[in-house]
């Protein structure tokens, strides 16, 4: 009887081993699976994201072609919209004297306050401050552009006066107040928001109204500046960098969102006209659209193409889509889909940049960002290693895209066989993503050659968000805006 049992015990024991076997064998192959699929995945992406030289010549000779029919603005303007965003003076550095500058965007403003020296010392101080629009004036649906302005000539009275320069305006020239407006993806597409810029040129009757409403505000709070007119924020971009290099000939946005703008001289005229490109909404057969763009552009039809393949608003977004379908046909975090990353919009531009960035052995970094935002509390090294590789692919992608804008700005030109070109970026993504610069710094040197690309300079813009302002200001205070 005790030889049975412990006979039945060993059997026992034994088919439970080969089970364990059996579990961990299936598992494996099973992890084995999905470790593949994620791979396959993975390597489709970066075929479907590839951009060799060849490729990017011709999305920038698109752009070319497209900017060429669009800029003698008339009414058929191509399909980038361009418009002249400022005609007149641009500094040159010889600048004095105390500035202001605003620049608008979104859901909230930027005020500045700036004493320029001249070419030794070309700024002495710097005063800034950002201010939050009430959130019931950002959603509400009647709020007006007066109510608007008001806000905005309220806070800017009481920052004048918290200047402690502010008695010099009293001696010196009113209208030096530069205004700039930014063009923030989550403003200009949601519905709810009353602040909604669009493009619009210094001529247009609309601009003229908001200028005067501005103005009208101003007055009413007792402040001795006037506005000539609200430009886009690469004008700015732009005077400053022809503070600092008369050859800087262009200006380009890199932040939530991106757009650019290039200098036309008419020396006939004997004035200089600053071109907007709109280059968001560009579009090419040659672009490199995945289905997760193709998805994104489907649900968000605004037609701003481009922008979604190169901005920060949309690449982690793109990152997140790439991830969520490595979730559910790969079982990268597991057997769940963990629900955070359904959210549309959650994982930013600096978490991408952090996560490629993270230069730690077991990739840390990224584990903290997938515990913070997607709640997976739990990842492998190679996990978190896939995770960092698909911000490369498509963070690669966006820099290389906005390689090939700046150079089709240089042909449109005739700049690529010249002297020195400086062109300005401003922008979060440019400034603090640093692979993403160096990718399209590099970019840049591949399209055009060792010996074209040393006659190009890509600079980051001076003094900050929103701070171009300050040099229209500066600009204009030289002698009165042609409109």
């Not at 400086?422 to 400034?431: A, K, P, R, S």
Request: a negative charge; one cysteine or more.
């Amino acid at each position: 009887m005790r030889r049975e049992v412990v006979a039945a015990a060993v059997v026992t024991a034994a088919t439970i081993a080969l089970t364990v076997v059996i579990f961990l064998r299936q598992r494996q192959q099973r992890n084995e699976r999905c470790w593949k699929r994620s791979q396959a995945i993975l390597r489709r992406l970066t075929r479907e994201c590839a951009l060799p030289v060849a490729r990017l010549n011709h999305i920038a000779d698109d752009m070319v072609h497209m900017m060429q029919s669009s800029s003698d603005l008339k009414e058929d303007k191509g399909k980038l919209d361009m418009f002249v965003s400022y005609t007149g003076l641009l500094p040159n550095g010889d600048e004095d004297g105390l500035y202001y500058g605003m620049n608008l965007r979104g859901e909230d403003f930027v005020m500045s306050c700036v004493r320029l020296g001249g070419k030794d010392q070309p700024i002495l101080d710097l005063h800034r401050e950002e201010v939050s629009f009430p959130s019931e004036m950002v959603r509400g649906t009647t709020t007006t552009s007066r109510e608007v302005f008001d806000f905005v000539a309220a806070e800017v009275a009481r920052f004048v006066m918290e200047n402690p320069e502010n008695k010099i305006i009293e001696q010196e020239n009113f209208k030096r107040l530069g205004f700039t407006v930014s063009y923030e993806p989550y403003a200009v597409s949601s519905k709810g928001t009353a602040i909604r810029w669009k493009n619009f040129s210094m001529d247009h009757p609309n601009c003229q109204e908001l200028t005067a409403q501005i103005n009208s505000a101003l007055e009413k709070y007792g402040v001795k500046m006037s506005v000539l007119a609200l430009v886009p924020n690469e004008v700015g971009i732009l005077a400053g960098g022809r503070y600092y290099h008369r050859d800087c000939i262009a200006s380009v946005t890199l932040g939530s969102g991106t757009d650019a703008a290039y200098l036309e001289s008419n020396e006939t005229e004997q004035e200089t006209k600053v071109i907007s490109t709109n280059w968001g909404s560009f579009r090419s057969s040659h672009l490199p659209m995945t289905d997760y763009d193709k998805e994104l552009d489907f649900e968000d039809p605004d037609s701003k193409v481009f922008e979604k393949l190169v901005a920060g608003t949309y690449l982690g977004e793109v990152v997140r889509r790439v991830l969520l379908k490595m979730a559910r046909e790969a079982a990268l975090f597991g057997d769940y889909v963990p629900l955070e990353l359904k959210t549309p919009y959650i994982l930013r531009s600096y978490d991408v940049a952090d996560m490629h960035q993270d230069a730690t052995e077991d990739r840390e970094v990224v584990g903290e960002k997938l515990s913070n935002i997607f709640k997976v509390k739990e990842t492998t090294p190679m996990v978190r290693e896939i995770v960092a590789e698909v911000c490369d692919v498509v963070s690669e992608r966006g820099a290389r895209l906005a390689a090939a804008g700046i150079v089709a700005i240089l042909k449109k030109l005739g700049r690529t066989e010249r002297s020195k070109s400086v062109i300005t970026i401003e922008g979060g993504l440019y400034e603090h993503y640093r692979v993403f610069r160096n990718y399209l710094h590099s970019c840049i040197w591949e399209m055009l050659g060792n010996d074209l690309s040393d006659n190009v300079v890509v600079e980051h813009s001076h003094g900050g968000p929103g701070f171009g302002a300050i040099f229209l200001a500066a600009a204009q205070a030289k002698g009165q805006w042609k409109n």
